[in-house]
């Protein structure tokens, strides 16, 4: 209700802010009796985790989680599931110079309107390591859509203008940016550097492929499978659009286009991106998101302070300069939280 | 829970399918000693209603409004306030042929599979219908928002490839496309009448812009006030994407570009669409929506029928040829109930 | 959140006043392709309406519930489920004298408090009348109890200093009290018709037993299936208290007696009332509430009106003067609508 | 909605088992710039904690509570406060003994029932020491109330048949049994000794009186005051009945006693409890638990094994005798996060 919670059956809440004692997660609604280890969950912290690569932040974030709850002898009890992570020791100190500040894009401005207050250490409860909270609960999910072989595949599909043409799935995870077009990859790669050595930061497309769910599930008329989907995605501080299927594609098609002829092999195409009526149609369902540009960037931009005086900020420090390797998990880990609730939610009528 | 009510402090539940007794929704939350009449709710539904004009369905379908309870005196109650829309005897037998036919588009398989069984009847709970009741109960959200000023602005953007080129906001309901440019009003009105006499149908963009949102509102990390229109916008039926401000647009920009700058005039530029972090900023909120084709063509589709057999269908009948114009008037109602319900939300810090 | 709506699986909504267009509610969730015709409801609705005897009030309403949505060919659909109960032309013209007035015990002065405003005909939404919305929605958790063969069976146990000492469940509805022993029942009424003659209002205890729940239904730690039970029962008007199992009677017994031995035929006692941590045994679930006599009473009565000046009332018109056999229905609905949404509930790791 | 969160716009959600890694608690909707320590916290957890004298447990547990988000510089930053109070190394050996034994009264056998699996040590999630997230919580709660100068008092009313006379509340904390009654605090503590000497346990009712509510606090028709403050006192573990007000002694009342008269002074009397119609009176709120004579004792009991074979049990090792003392705190909480959430959505109307 106020707002850290997600999720119907399978629910999480997430705490913390980036340079406070840690962030962290409680699932409650995993299902009783599924193994679950701390190397289950570190394995995709670390694929959101910082300093993987030349063209993600170079900070070093050990990210480790621990499991304080609701895991006993290896499986799950159907319990809270309390994950913690703790921060180290971060140097607050260089935020001292920014605290009277509002760094154009990110949400210092905001915060301060609607608490009157805000930690401005790091960006606070709006930073981004908030999500590590959301990827730890996603392997939970993830467990639950095992059992019913519902498989998630992210992948970077866009930085700036370079687009990917082909998908092989098995490079996404060869080459930094999570690309499935090995060529285009490297083309990312370069113009991702590029923007760094400029002091800039450049934006991107995710995409997010849900294969195997079967048709039936989702809850008309509101929570319907692509709202839910819609939110979980916009959730995710730097998204700024959502699409299903065909997408923003549909504008300028006409119905005999769009629609997904039927024959008794199926579906004939997949405009509908897998979901019809808020319902799954049985065919892999289809998302992207549009990831801006990082804020933080070394470019002076100009701003005001507390007091509403003009000046001007460069943001320095050691900042992503394209934030899409990293959305890939986050985008999967709250995919596999909605499918796995909506999931759970068709159990009823079992 | 499952799926039929939407909102927290103002929620609202809808219920009815397209040829029953009848459609409604009942708002629980309403503030109390607000003005309310039937005429009020009646204004707003005429714009959504079927037969306004040579570009939507002919059918004639008159959407009274009743009030049925929590208003007192011509006056809200803060009780609920439940509205119903009873249906004309609607003719129900041209369904009966294909009632044993999966419709390309339509949510005819997706319900048959969720639930083993649908009112095959016009498009039983999944008809466009059922977004009277949320018209409806956008009157109340209206009125909330009225009293801080907050309004909202909804217009055709997009029909097929004619993109609107000028925005006049006294324009919009003087055209029945509902478009702001009155140039492309006309470009925009012939290929959806040359769409129809084809039995074709085509999409569009529509623009949500509200105004007047004090900064401060939205709560975070989940329930972000873009996160919450974007299953807003997403739960209305024939919409496949949600952007918000400078939206798909963040893709192809760098940091430098998409940054808002600040100084002590306010905002140079409105990117975020007025959202940072979920939480507003003070300016104009801006939502686009991708809206499909009608998926109720008369050109002839491959399809099966319920025991998975080959055959094609024509959907007969007076159907849009363009959703676009009636979707305007619902997503403005989805816009005010997520704005006045985040509205309620705030005043708890006062 | 806002009050008026009551489950997570299985989720009603209520609305209407006494003397506004009518009373109803729409259920969410409930499951497919069970038959359900307005002759089932009605059968229920007649146990709580009045003029059944001359132990309640005389007024006659006629309680006719006609379905709005949600059911086809007399089967549910899965989708909402919406009940409308008209009242007739009620006569609020005798509410004019006392709209002024605070009648005691009534909710009259909390309604002003609360909302500033209130519709003072009858009782407004504070109405007994609004229970009509409960026991229709009671018929549908019924019906998917039924597919459990889980029974509940409601009675007054006690009326006044009228306790009964025998339970004989074909008794119930042979006697106007809904008493489950035949010989204190007849005490029961002449005590009640004495209150009556006396213009005075008498109170009582109904009890519920649920026979047939499964072990291991009720979610921990906060949603137990009691802490549930608790909430439903104590959100009906008259209810001052409730209690399970041995009750407030474990105040004075020791832990050697208040713990149920097992043994390899099953509990050897039942204090626990069928719920031990939250979730159920499988012994039959057993709750008392302690009802309140009726606060409409001929007697004079000290009282304010609206500007705080001291004066008397008496209020007038034909009131129930022991409310207990109109709650039996109503109670046993609230308990069917806790059990069938944790059976949902449970139903997640089937 | 799985159970372990309460609250509205004042949330919170517990987390671990007894012998786990800890217990903790996530307050989500605190309100921003609200001075809190760990010092705070600790103060009340002190009153809930194991070892405060020699009627209740000698078991030792630090309980110390950690802060690990929300909080920047001594102040509440409005998002949520994760709370972290780690168990000691607890030595589990000896509830190997026990595993495969159902202790009579506890939740082993439910929870078996329900998971299908549990953890054995210590009651696990069905432990009492969930409360210390409970407890932690309602710090926050009560510094929300605070500022409303809203004050709540709990007690130890009864213990067997010892009842309290006399209301001192200065005398609470001066004795070990939290009774207002010095010289029946005296009587109740011989009572609880005995009893343990007797590897027995006793029963008793706490009483928490909220003062200085505003009157126009509560949600009708379901989320009444009264039936929030029953869900939240019946979720308690060992309370098995709720009553307010005159509570069950309405049941022998007529009408004309048991409706509180108005003058211009005010309610003549309270026997209401502080809520009509769901909503306060503006009188103090009075409510009454039962608390049950804990399970644990060291008497011999019959019980069977998890292969249903008969046997018996003694429970060993270091139990409260009774556990009023220790409910007092926890009663109190559950009552001020109830009492702070229904302030807060009461400010939708300001």
Same mark, same amino acid.
């Given at each position: ?9 399978l ?6 802010? /980036?340079?406070g004692?840690?962030? =962290?997660? !409680?699932?409650? &609604? ?5 193994? %679950?280890?701390? $190397?289950? +969950? ?32 290896g499986?799950?009890t ?48 709006? /930073?981004?390591?908030?999500?590590? =909270?959301? !990827?730890?609960? &996603? ?5 639950? %859509?095992?059992? $019913?072989? +519902? ?10 203008d ?30 991702i ?53 065909? &997408? ?8 005999? $286009? ?39 960037i ?34 999967e ?5 909605v ?12």
């Open positions: 209700m106020t707002g850290n919670s997600f999720g119907k059956l629910k999480i809440t997430t705490w913390g802010e /980036s340079h004692k840690g962030v =962290g997660v !409680v699932i409650d &609604g995993a299902l009783p009796n599924i193994s %679950l280890s701390e $190397e289950d +969950i570190q394995k995709e912290l670390d694929r959101r985790k910082p300093g993987q690569s030349n063209i993600v932040t170079p900070r070093k974030e050990d990210d480790k989680a621990q499991i304080l709850s609701g895991v006993f002898e499986k799950t159907g319990t809270p599931i309390s994950i913690v992570i703790f921060n180290k020791d971060a140097d607050s100190s260089k935020y001292e110079d920014i605290k009277h500040l509002f760094r154009p894009g990110h949400a210092d401005f905001t915060y301060q309107k609607k608490y009157g207050f805000r930690d401005y250490r790091g960006s606070g409860r709006s /930073s981004g390591r908030e999500t590590a =909270g959301r !990827v730890a609960a &996603g392997v939970i999910a993830r467990k639950i %859509l095992e059992k $019913e072989e +519902i498989k998630i595949i992210g992948f970077t599909k866009q930085v700036a370079i687009k990917s043409e082909n998908f092989d799935e098995k490079e996404i995870e060869n080459n930094p940016v999570r690309c499935a077009d090995k060529d285009k990859a490297v083309e990312m790669e370069k113009i550097i590029k923007s760094k050595e400029e002091g800039d930061s450049v934006g991107g497309i995710v995409e997010v492929i849900i294969k195997n769910v079967p048709a039936g599930i989702g809850e008309p008329v509101f929570d319907k499978l692509d709202a839910d989907l819609a939110k979980a995605m916009m959730s995710i501080g730097a998204v700024k659009g959502v699409d299903i299927g065909a &997408g923003f594609d549909v504008v300028e098609m006409k119905g005999s $286009e769009s629609n997904d002829e039927i024959t008794k092999e199926g579906f004939v195409s997949n405009n509908s991106g897998g979901i019809i009526g808020g319902i799954s149609t049985g065919q892999d369902i289809v998302i992207r998101i549009a990831v801006k540009p990082p804020s933080s070394k470019k002076e931009q100009k701003t005001v302070d507390t007091d509403n005086n003009d000046t001007t900020i460069q943001v320095e420090g050691r900042h992503d300069p394209c934030i899409c390797p990293r959305v890939v998990p986050i985008a880990a709250m995919a596999a939280l499918i796995a609730d909506h999931i759970l939610l068709q159990k009823r009528f079992s």
